[in-house]
């Protein structure tokens, strides 16, 4: 059996063959209408969440099996002192597959040595979130062709962001990528990233403060939300919430096929005259969630 921490948990060719699932099921949904009939899918959401418990479940009732679950810590027994170790292998008798969402870093982890069933992270506080980068990496698959040779400019707030976190393990694997990490100083990426991931594996990225300097050479700009929810103080976060503010105008300086993605909920840092813009795929990128979900569902299904 095989759970999904981190998106390291998944080998370069294991990657390319769900990337390929989700594609055909993209294309042939009828063929898996049925694939899972008579499986459930429990999702344990201990923090807020519109896409990623949505799309599971879409996914789920798209793949013919059912969902069961709760969409916040105050309706489920963790209200009551419940740990999460105890929740999972109750939720194990109940359910064949598991999503969980968490404000602690390695809440996941912890419930998967206690489970029985396959769990899958579905974001860990401000550490990692594998399966928005699976989503990512299904939207660049599909609309770019390709991920090497890629410069991929990721703004906003790049300490708290587990999207970014779990993108740059992702993509550190293929050949020829280069990081533009644009952020306030207080938000840089964490050291362990920097050190850990980027230096050791000699990735060459850049760290710069303005957006407007690093447009020119982006063939992607993944800009995220300012993580109010990890921040000590409401100050610290209303300084910090509109450092970047996407515009048509800051568009001009971008290449023709620059791809703009967002993990979403988008706060202020895109304005929302950029929807329109060819170039910007964050709507389609949800769509994308929900199909890159249905292949992991089946291909963890498959493993146990
Ligand atoms: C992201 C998350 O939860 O980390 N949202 C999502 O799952 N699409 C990004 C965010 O909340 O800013």
Redesign the pocket.
């Known amino acids: 059996m095989r759970h999904l921490m981190s998106p390291l948990d998944l080998s370069v060719e294991e990657l390319d063959e769900l990337l390929a699932l989700a594609n055909d099921i993209e294309h042939n949904p009828v063929k898996y209408a049925h694939a899972c009939e008579g499986k459930k899918l429990a999702t344990c959401f201990y923090e807020p969440?519109t896409?990623?418990r949505l799309s599971f479940e879409s996914a789920m009732l798209n793949l013919g099996g059912s969902v069961l679950g709760f969409s916040s810590a105050d309706s489920s027994s963790a209200a009551k002192g419940e740990s999460v170790s105890d929740t999972i292998r109750v939720i194990s008798c109940y359910a064949d597959i598991c999503a969980i969402r968490h404000p602690k870093e390695g809440a996941a982890l912890v419930a998967s040595l206690k489970s029985s069933i396959p769990v899958i992270n579905a974001?860990d506080g401000g550490h990692q979130?594998p399966t928005?980068t699976l989503t990512d990496l299904l939207t660049i698959y599909s609309l770019k062709g390709e991920f090497s040779g890629l410069t991929i400019g990721l703004c906003g707030d790049l300490k708290f962001?587990?999207?970014v976190h779990s993108l740059i393990h992702a993509l550190i694997r293929y050949a020829n990528i280069r990081f533009v990490l644009i952020s306030p100083e207080e938000l840089r990426i964490p050291d362990y990233i920097r050190e850990d991931v980027l230096h050791k594996n000699n990735v060459p990225f850049t760290e710069m403060e303005r957006l407007e300097d690093a447009m020119p050479e982006l063939d992607i700009l993944y800009m995220?939300?300012v993580?109010k929810e990890r921040f000590f103080n409401e100050e610290d976060y209303v300084r910090m919430k509109d450092f970047y503010i996407l515009t048509k105008d800051k568009l001009t300086l971008a290449k023709e096929d620059m791809m703009i993605l967002h993990?979403?909920?988008r706060v202020n840092e895109i304005s929302v005259e950029v929807d329109d813009d060819p170039r910007a795929v964050y709507f389609k990128q949800a769509q994308y969630g929900v199909y890159v979900r249905m292949a992991l569902i089946l291909t963890l299904l498959k493993w146990r």
């Open positions: 969440s896409r990623t974001g979130h928005q962001g587990r999207t995220t939300r993580q993990p979403l909920p």
